[in-house]
């Protein structure tokens, strides 16, 4: 590794810790706001659940903890600075080397620098201030990158598996699961056989990660209900960025379930539609779906945003295009 890049990931890691030596009231501040932490992704939910695990109770007994019982294991053993900071280099890491290996069948496509890649998503504000404000959902992102590298090499296994987790860990990453598998294919051609394959494992591995949860809390159905339950139905209505908080505090309780019906199709929907129109770019569809999920999903932060413009790069060779439609009357005659 060169030293610039070395710099890029030191650098990375020396901001962080700073902030959580020097200045710790900052990033309690920050577990605060509600554009970092979410009623899913909040960090002073996790201490509240992870106080009632340590004391033989259920965590979701009080109504505030809605995320997934192992990242309780998780942060009963590490300390939680460590565990952001690394998953933070995991995630720039990754981004690194999906640019190292990046190839576009197209004019216009250059060799990315996986270094400058990687920069520009660890020293992001966004995600800067959401790993200072500890925000959970670096465990998503960290499981879809997964699932791209993998995907990329063609290791159909691992690409699940980082699916799987997503999945298990908050529900929208169980939408990336079709574009996945046509990057793997793509990269590796398979039969039908082995895509069915990869789908089973993908059931298989989110089923042995939900079995997990009588093991280590005794409550499996307040599991389900409080995790995904509270996502579908949006029960927890505290503030956040997110355009269902807004429209579910403005409507009458009568029309509540056809308008979730109405936003959860309309987030499915892009799925199917993009991956068969767009089949021979399956990660482009990728990228626009984690768009499309920072604004859409039930409860986003700039963590969701983070993600997908660590993503974005990745084809920067179009976005001038992008800026020309936008501003059509600045091409020259």
């Known amino acids: 590794?060169?030293?610039?890049?070395?710099?890029?990931?030191?650098?990375?890691?020396?901001?962080?810790?700073?902030?959580?030596?020097?200045?710790?009231?900052?990033?309690?501040?920050?577990?605060?706001?509600?554009?970092?932490?979410?009623?899913?992704?909040?960090?002073?939910?996790?201490?509240?659940?992870?106080?009632?695990?340590?004391?033989?109770?259920?965590?979701?007994?009080?109504?505030?903890?809605?995320?997934?019982?192992?990242?309780?294991?998780?942060f009963d053993v590490l300390p939680s600075s460590v565990v952001f900071i690394a998953l933070d280099l995991v995630n720039g890491l990754a981004l690194h080397t999906i640019a190292d290996r990046l190839g576009i069948p197209s004019p216009r496509f250059k060799k990315l620098n996986g270094s400058l890649i990687a920069a520009a998503y660890l020293y992001n504000p966004f995600t800067i201030l959401s790993c200072l404000g500890k925000s959970t959902t670096i465990f998503t992102t960290t499981a879809i990158l997964q699932a791209i590298l993998n995907a990329q090499a063609g290791n159909s296994f691992r690409a699940v598996f980082g699916i799987a987790v997503g999945s298990y860990l908050s529900m929208y990453p169980a939408l990336l699961l079709p574009p996945i598998l046509l990057m793997v294919h793509k990269s590796v051609p398979q039969t039908s056989s082995a895509l069915a394959g990869s789908v089973a494992s993908y059931f298989g591995i989110l089923g042995a990660l939900l079995n997990t949860t009588p093991i280590i809390t005794s409550g499996f159905w307040d599991f389900l209900s409080s995790c995904y339950g509270a996502q579908i139905t949006v029960t927890d209505l505290t503030p956040n960025v997110g355009l269902w908080w807004y429209f579910f505090i403005e409507i009458f309780d009568s029309f509540r379930d056809f308008f979730i019906g109405?936003?959860?199709?309309?987030?499915?929907?892009?799925?199917?539609?993009?991956?068969?129109?767009?089949?021979?770019?399956?990660?482009?569809?990728?990228?626009?779906?984690?768009?499309?999920?920072?604004?859409?999903?039930?409860?986003?932060?700039?963590?969701?945003?983070?993600?997908?413009?660590?993503?974005?790069?990745?084809?920067?060779?179009?976005?001038?295009?992008?800026?020309?439609?936008?501003?059509?009357?600045l091409t020259s005659d």
Request: include cysteine; aromatic fraction near 16%.
């Open 1 to 74: 590794m060169e030293r610039d890049t070395v710099a890029i990931y030191v650098g990375a890691v020396v901001i962080r810790l700073i902030v959580f030596l020097v200045w710790p009231n900052l990033s309690h501040f920050l577990t605060a706001q509600v554009e970092i932490s979410t009623p899913i992704s909040s960090f002073k939910r996790l201490q509240e659940g992870l106080f009632l695990y340590r004391h033989g109770l259920s965590p979701y007994d009080g109504g505030v903890f809605h995320q997934a019982p192992l990242l309780l294991v998780v």
């Open 262 to 329: 109405v936003f959860w199709l309309q987030l499915v929907g892009y799925v199917g539609a993009m991956t068969f129109r767009l089949q021979t770019q399956p990660l482009f569809v990728i990228i626009s779906l984690v768009g499309l999920f920072a604004v859409f999903k039930p409860y986003p932060s700039i963590a969701d945003a983070s993600l997908f413009l660590g993503l974005l790069p990745l084809y920067q060779h179009i976005l001038p295009c992008k800026f020309l439609v936008a501003f059509p009357y």
